[in-house]
């Protein structure tokens, strides 16, 4: 943990989307660890998910737990790293999609 967080956050940011997951998982992969480390960051992540499972019916920032959890688990896992980047390159088309939208709105309705 030599670097910050808004350092980190910002270079995660600046990868392409439908990519970032898996560059982690390979900049992860480059670090030598043991089995143990890689054990325990998956349970933490199970636990973050499941914690953020029942924030959702009870107060807090459920949806925002999971996603910690999972990017979690996809650092140690290439199958997860896969499916939060296709779910990032799906939010991403909606976003932009949506964007687009709300400019043709505004542009109209002058």
């Excluded at 459920?62 to 790293?81: F, N, R, T, Y």
């Excluded at 896969?82 to 964007?99: F, K, M, T």
Aim: glycine share 8%; proline share 4%.
């Amino acid at each position: 943990m030599t670097e910050s967080l808004r350092d980190q956050w910002q270079r995660f940011a600046a990868l392409p989307s439908g990519q970032r997951f898996k560059q982690r998982y390979r900049k992860q992969r480059e670090k030598p660890a043991g089995m143990l480390r890689k054990v325990v960051i998956i349970a933490v992540g199970l636990a973050l998910v499941v914690i953020g499972l029942a924030m959702l019916v009870l107060p807090g920032p459920g949806l925002l737990v999971i996603i910690m959890g999972a990017a979690l688990i996809a650092e140690e896992s290439l199958v997860a790293a896969r499916a939060l980047d296709r779910i990032d390159l799906w939010i991403s088309r909606r976003i932009a999609r949506w964007r687009e939208r709300r400019a043709q709105k505004a542009g109209g309705s002058r």
